[in-house]
């Protein structure tokens, strides 16, 4: 392609993407980063950092990692709201690592956005059985129907909770009533809602997503 790919420094310090580039800031060239001596490892896990996703509304509605967003602002499609001190080296020229990213267009979010999955229960019940209330790692939980499938329950959001091994044994085949256990929280689907509890405690250790998350 040989355009240019140049991004330019507004006003406020940020970058904005002049051309929509496909270009990876990650995969530099040879003569890239000698000023820096993040080694690959390192910068590795930086491509891997979370940041967060803004709508054009500045509504939060996700969390990315490094990678993508810089692929996501190098596309045009999202401009940085807050930035690190780190920078990445391409072949051509630095680049902030972002921490918060804004899209440019609105996007409609749709309220149930998640897949039914083990992975997104436990996500959403916090690696915690909703039983005895104790949190696991995932390998020790695994899914309990509420009102259990002999009885009609269905695989929902709103009837499949974490639940250790040991509380499942002693539920059985029964109600949590009949069983004598008592449910933590009335399990509900994966909404915006229980995303932004997820997002503010990733948050908790990035004070730039701060304003975003904490109002
Ligand atoms: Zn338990």
Redesign the pocket.
């Known amino acids: 392609m040989g355009a240019n790919r140049h991004m330019s420094v507004d006003s406020r310090g940020r970058y904005t993407p002049e051309v929509a580039g496909e270009v990876m800031p990650g995969s530099e060239g040879p003569a890239g980063s000698r000023s820096h001596n993040l080694n690959s490892t390192r910068r590795a896990s930086l491509m891997q950092e979370p940041v967060l996703v803004l709508n054009a509304t500045y509504e939060p509605i996700n969390v990315t990692a490094v990678r993508r967003a810089m692929v996501l602002m190098l596309k045009g499609v999202a401009q940085a709201e807050e930035m690190h001190n780190t920078e990445v080296h391409s072949a051509a020229r630095a680049h902030r690592v972002p921490s918060v990213i804004r899209l440019l267009a609105y996007r409609h979010i749709p309220q149930q956005s998640r897949a039914l999955s083990r992975k997104n229960i436990l996500l959403r019940d916090r690696n915690t059985?909703q039983?005895?209330v104790?949190v696991f790692p995932s390998s020790e939980l695994t899914l309990d129907h509420v009102v259990p499938r002999s009885r009609g329950g269905r695989s929902s959001w709103e009837n499949l909770v974490a639940?250790?091994y040991?509380?499942n044994n002693s539920k059985g085949d029964r109600t949590p009533e009949e069983a004598g256990l008592k449910l933590a929280r009335r399990p509900r689907p994966f909404t915006l809602h229980t995303s932004r509890q997820l997002m503010r405690l990733i948050g908790h250790r990035d004070e730039r997503w701060h304003k975003y998350l904490f109002y």
């Open positions: 059985c039983f005895c104790r639940c250790c040991r509380c």
